[in-house]
């Protein structure tokens, strides 16, 4: 009964102890964070001293003033007997294309028949066409003047056009051949590799070579065959040698097969 009470009274011990423990443990935490919050409001600086005082300001349009228009070239010279006139002399003066101030009055199909005057010059409307320097030219008949020389036009001789050029034909710089073996002049034989004849590998192989204008090997790839033999093939075919290749008199590069027949004896 003894060893019961005493039992019983550690336990509301340890139960004090550890509730005490836990309400300081959570007052703790509590004061913790009203801390970091009061910090946390002095801390932030909102800068409301500063305030600000832009001020925006609208303007009322302003309205340009239009460019004045420049003013036209004449396009009449002055009248029969002025007394101004420098030579030209139209019955129905007609300016150019060119000239973007005159606007023609009407359209029509037909091109005009009358000369053009040159743009700027004083001219003088009469009854009929003519240049200054060169009398009577352009002149059409009306009324009955009688120093009418018909209004031909003088014809400018340009001389015959061009020849063409003889067009010069292209030579292709390498041609393309099919097997060669037959047209070489040196063909040495390739070593057999010893490996392959202890494996009593032997068989044929291709070698797509290119050769220079001199006839000379200068490049070297087995195409087709064993793999044991291909090597052997294309380090003899650096060796062969051919006749150079002319092509219209150039010497050029030409591209072929040469293919070695390996045998065993």
Known sequence: MFNNLIESSSHVDEMKRRGSFFLFTVVTYVVLFVAAG???I????AQLEYPNTEMITMLNPVDFPKPEPAPSKPTTGPSVGSGHSSGFVRRNPTASVNDPQVVPTET???????????????????????????PGAGRHGGGGSGNNTGGTTPVIDVGSPPKPEPVQKTVPKIISKGPITGEAISLPKPAY???????????????????????????????????????????AAFEARFSPTRLSGQPVKVS????????LQ
């Open 38 to 40: 009061v910090a946390s």
């Open 42 to 45: 002095y801390a932030y600086d």
């Open 108 to 134: 029509s199909s037909t091109p005009s028949t009358n000369p053009i005057l040159p743009a700027g010059v004083p001219f003088t409307v009469g009854n009929h066409d003519a240049n200054p320097g060169i």
């Open 193 to 235: 590799p010893p490996l392959a004849k202890q494996m009593r590998i032997q068989g044929r192989v291709s070698v797509q070579v290119l050769i220079d204008e001199a006839g000379r090997v200068i490049s070297a790839k087995a195409i087709d065959g064993s793999p044991a033999l291909m090597h052997a093939a294309q380090k």
């Open 256 to 263: 072929g097969v040469i293919t070695y027949n390996f045998v």
